[in-house]
């Protein structure tokens, strides 16, 4: 007795088996956060951190919350490790910068039991920003160690000077 194998049925990658469009043609791709384009933010931020006296760190996320770049000054306190950190990871999920958050976690606040609700503490300072890429969320950049608002400012230039608003 012999079996007949199925032929699999050749589809144009825009079309789907059925012959119906495919969603993923409607929505083109976009290239994700590379670790040269980690790298290029952190000497942006490190520059215009000089240029303000901030002695800090910067972290730079991937779109997945993963890593790709991280630099801590060696005059820096500690604890801007952390704070940088938290707060790329906060505007990544958020997609919103931690600057316009902040309201949003005081006691008569949308948000005011958010930060403790999830494992991973979120950080409703200044200094996190989400990076775009022709409209996408690509990952997100955080910097801690000078006062929030000059942390915010850091990480706005390093985004303006890579074009990843």
Do not use: C, N, W
């Not at 012999?2 to 083109?28: E, L, N, Q, W, Y």
């Not at 890429?133 to 303006?160: K, N, T």
């Amino acid at each position: 007795m012999s079996t007949t194998t199925p032929t699999p049925t050749s589809t144009s990658p825009s079309t789907s088996a059925s012959g119906a469009p495919s969603s993923s043609a409607a929505v083109p791709a976009v290239r994700p956060l590379t670790t040269g384009d980690a790298e290029a933010l952190i000497e942006a931020a490190v520059r215009a951190a000089d240029d303000v006296g901030v002695r800090g760190s910067v972290t730079v996320l991937d779109a997945g919350g993963h890593l790709l770049a991280f630099r801590r000054d060696d005059a820096a306190v500690l604890i801007s490790g952390e704070t940088s950190t938290r707060k790329a990871y906060t505007a990544l999920q958020l997609d919103a910068p931690t600057a316009d958050l902040v309201d949003l976690v005081r006691p008569d606040g949308l948000f005011h039991t958010l930060p403790t609700a999830l494992d991973r503490p979120l950080l409703f300072l200044a200094g996190g920003v989400p990076l775009h890429r022709d409209g996408r969320l690509i990952g997100a950049i955080g910097v801690g160690g000078g006062a929030p608002e000059q942390d915010h400012r850091i990480a706005g230039a390093a985004i303006a000077e890579l074009g990843l608003a």
